[in-house]
């Protein structure tokens, strides 16, 4: 831990709480229907769309339609990215002359990236056309984006509105949070990727001759247009196979600190638009501490973890270049242009946002920096989380915490004058359940089935490490991996499709429920006995439930995970 590595972390943080009034506030703007900047450029296209797809802006849904219109979109989605790659080899924008993928893994890719997972059991600059990545998956990257937006907005409606049977329009809040935001934001960041050097064409792979001697083929394409929407939609899924530890996506230190900021900048000023559209901006900034203190503990753990040498290495001859680095800490699996704190606060970004992409290996971190990253997709992935998934997924531990408030004082609980009931509880706890089945559901189906075991390249604790971690990325559409565990099987492939599935839907549904309840609610003035949700006691609470709720579902299969293999490594034995 240098104080190098702590002005990059704070410099980090500075810039990532200056957007959140900024960014958030024009959110506000935009799901309100208030002008903005963008409205004479982007307006007549919106209006153009909306008469395109029939579509009456004005009109309304229920929370039950609401949810009909975002499965049909999303199944939509998913059917033409399946066919975009099925058939990559038939359409033109090849010039790597990429065959159609299998079944298993065309199903992988679609419902991975139509979930904003970007799982990928495949390597992008090998097995997809550039059609795929531009037609198929970067258009998914903003559409999946705009979906996890669309329904927090949603919800929010149904905090604020009274006596509403209606919680807005699906499609009109798909085609605001894309034109309004995603798609400014990402040519902005576009440009600011190739100024830095990241390819951006649609020419043949390069061969060129190494300083040794040898030809080598260099894959370029659309790379900085799909590399913006992954990191502001918390996509992450990279065009080349090792994501943004490759040179050609992540060239610079700069690009490195803004691709880092991108990745939490929107889920982080979503809770100013909370605020601002709940009437109270307290609410917003509440949340936001929430997440900034879980986050922050995260990272000093994740970066005092990887800071440390390892003890396995250190009876061993090793040469002096090699005793520098480990005396530095673990430097395995981390690029030496980025060191260990910017891996560091990357890899504690990517979890708790819900993001994936990664610039170094999480498979190389220590047994205890893989462990805080595990946790932070095992709580949900609430820690900012992905855009609306995090504030969403948030909002269910607040449910959670006002009612068991409510409970402790003997009173209805009540938020943001709405009265929580047994309906919104049961509804919350759903949400709640997805994760731990995911995890240890369909793990422990991996573990005791040939197939799926056979994924796990090591033996002991490290090994169920892969798992935990693969089916926790999966549920909680992260779509990062320790790089060990063998993704690109038939079983694992479908598995892993599957659960990418469960972890989305069946967590959005219950929460469009939740909203189509409250918003039929009248509001209920505050009285004494009402609990103020904006406090320090407040905070404290939505803290201690989310980690209560992780800590007793996950603990124990951890402790045969990751903690025994950090007791093993402190005490010589490695396996």
């Not at 924008?93 to 904003?116: D, E, H, M, Q, R």
């Not at 638009?273 to 986050?295: E, I, P, S």
């Not at 049961?426 to 994760?435: F, H, I, R, T």
């Not at 009285?527 to 201690?544: D, K, Q, R, W, Y």
């Amino acid at each position: 831990m240098t104080i190098q590595g702590l002005g990059q972390l704070a410099l980090f943080l500075a810039l990532l709480v200056a957007a959140v009034p900024v960014l958030g506030g024009y959110m506000a703007r935009v799901f309100t229907g208030e002008p903005v900047l963008l409205q004479p450029v982007v307006g007549p296209l919106e209006r153009g769309i909306y008469r395109l797809a029939g579509i009456n802006p004005g009109r309304e849904q229920n929370w039950s339609a609401y949810a009909t219109s975002l499965l049909a979109f999303n199944l939509l989605g998913a059917l033409l990215l399946y066919g975009e790659v099925r058939l990559q080899g038939l359409l033109p924008f090849n010039p790597g002359g990429a065959s159609g993928v299998s079944p298993a893994l065309a199903f992988n890719i679609a419902a991975s990236f139509v979930t904003n997972t970007n799982w990928q059991a495949y390597s992008g600059e090998q097995a997809l056309s550039l059609l795929s990545q531009m037609l198929g998956v970067t258009v998914q990257n903003f559409l999946s984006a705009a979906t996890g937006i669309a329904l927090l907005m949603a919800l929010i409606r149904g905090l604020t509105r009274r006596c509403s049977k209606t919680i807005g329009n699906f499609y009109v809040d798909v085609v605001r949070g894309t034109l309004y935001l995603l798609l400014p934001l990402s040519v902005v960041m576009a440009l600011f990727l190739v100024w830095q050097g990241v390819p951006q064409t649609l020419v043949s792979p390069a061969t060129v001759t190494t300083l040794e001697g040898p030809t080598q083929i260099l894959p370029e394409g659309p790379v900085a247009s799909q590399l913006a929407i992954k990191q502001l939609g918390s996509n992450g899924g990279g065009f080349y196979n090792a994501n943004s530890a490759h040179p050609f996506e992540n060239p610079t230190p700069l690009a490195n600190l803004i691709q880092t900021w991108a990745i939490l900048a929107i889920a982080a000023a979503l809770t100013f638009t909370f605020g601002r559209m709940v009437g109270d901006q307290r609410q917003g900034w509440a949340l936001f501490t929430v997440m900034a203190v879980l986050f922050s503990l995260g990272l000093a753990a994740t970066w005092w973890c990887e800071s440390q040498p390892n003890p396995l290495l250190a009876g061993l001859n090793l040469d002096q270049h090699a005793s520098s680095l480990q005396a530095g800490g673990n430097m395995e699996g981390k690029e030496v242009r980025f060191g260990i704190a910017a891996s560091a606060l990357w890899a504690t970004a990517t979890t708790a946002a819900s993001n994936g992409s990664v610039n170094a290996m999480h498979d190389s971190f220590t047994p205890l920096g893989g462990l805080v990253l595990m946790i932070n997709m095992k709580l949900g992935e609430v820690i900012f989380g992905g855009v609306g998934a995090g504030l969403y997924g948030m909002l269910v531990f607040v449910i959670i915490t006002v009612f068991i408030a409510g409970l402790m004082v003997g009173r209805t609980p009540e938020y943001l004058g709405k009265k929580i009931e047994s309906r919104e509880i049961k509804l919350a706890v759903l949400a709640l359940l997805v994760v731990p089945v995911g995890v240890l559901g369909f793990g422990a189906l991996s573990l005791v089935i040939p197939a799926g075991a056979a994924a796990i390249s090591q033996p002991g604790p490290h090994g169920l490490s892969q798992l935990l971690y693969a089916y926790a990325s999966a549920v909680g559409n992260n779509g990062s991996a320790f790089a060990g565990f063998g993704a690109d099987s038939t079983y694992q492939e479908t598995m892993i499709g599957v659960v990418v599935l469960l972890g989305r839907y069946l967590t959005m549904i219950p929460l469009l429920a939740i909203a189509g309840s409250l918003a039929a609610k009248k509001l209920v003035p505050p009285s004494a006995g009402t609990l103020p949700t904006h406090g320090p006691l407040f905070i404290s609470l939505v803290m201690g439930v989310i980690l209560i709720v992780g800590g007793l579902t996950f603990f124990p299969a951890l402790a045969l995970g990751p903690v025994v293999e950090h007791l093993a490594m402190i005490h010589g034995n490695s396996f």
